[in-house]
């Protein structure tokens, strides 16, 4: 079955305490991407892949990191984490094409206290 | 910048009746235009989408949208509302961008609630 995979789906941490929230394609897909989703606020571009070993920022990157070593995973990174960064993250994928879909996984709700 | 307004954070609904949900975006060259559905402690699925040709667009569900290029909107419709309904629903835009690059824009959301 074709998807992305997110993991953990729940995630509660401390304030400063480095967490990695994995992302996983199975559709070969070039272009990669981490949202985050907050009330009244739609969701917002943290960061995107076009391919491996191209990363670029979206519109709220701070305080976070990605990398694509593989074409298959995107991890989301952030190395200290603060409570402003509790939010409901989403990652997801789609082929080279601009104009085609995107596919998303189900999301990761992280609490920073 | 692509920018994206949702007219109604919240729209409630009797069942069967009309779903109607705004969508208008900002934009000089029409863009390639969106529309997703989250159900709850999901991710967004894709209702429908405008790339070119034919301006009215059927989607998934029983649900359509039209391209309104002088009125630079993009509504989503359904013409009889079901319980299953009951969902938060995206509108989203993509600058036409060579090379795959486009970013997605996405709206604030509307909270669509379906009464008996």
């Known amino acids: 079955e074709a998807q992305v995979t997110q993991n953990p789906r729940y995630l509660i941490t401390v304030t400063g305490k480095k967490l990695t929230v994995t992302c996983s394609q199975n559709m070969n897909h070039e272009y990669m991407s981490w949202y985050r989703q907050d009330p009244g606020l739609g969701l917002r571009q943290i960061y995107y892949?076009?391919?491996?070993?191209?990363?670029d920022k979206g519109d709220v990157p701070e305080g976070y990191k990605v990398s694509r070593k593989e074409k298959r995973n995107f991890p989301l990174i952030l190395e200290s984490p603060s409570p402003n960064q509790t939010s409901l993250y989403f990652c997801?994928?789609?082929?080279?094409?601009?104009?085609?879909?995107?596919?998303f996984g189900n999301g990761t709700r992280l609490t920073v206290t | 910048a692509q920018s994206v307004t949702q007219l109604g954070s919240h729209v409630s609904v009797s069942e069967g009746a009309l779903v109607l949900l705004r969508c208008n975006y900002s934009?000089?060259?029409?863009?390639?235009l969106f529309w997703y559905v989250q159900y709850p402690n999901q991710g967004l699925q894709l209702l429908l989408k405008?790339?070119?040709?034919?301006?009215l667009v059927k989607g998934i569900n029983g649900f359509e949208a039209e391209f309104k290029k002088s009125e630079t909107s993009f509504h989503l419709t359904k013409p009889s509302a079901h319980m299953s309904d009951a969902a938060e629903y995206f509108c989203a835009v993509s600058d036409r961008v060579a090379g795959g690059g486009n970013k997605l824009t996405f709206g604030t959301g509307t909270q669509l609630k379906v009464e008996l």
């Open positions: 997801a994928s789609r082929d080279g094409q601009g104009n085609s879909p995107l596919h």
């Open positions: 892949s076009m391919n491996v070993e191209v990363t």
């Open positions: 934009s000089s060259v029409p863009p390639y």
């Open positions: 405008y790339t070119t040709g034919a301006t």
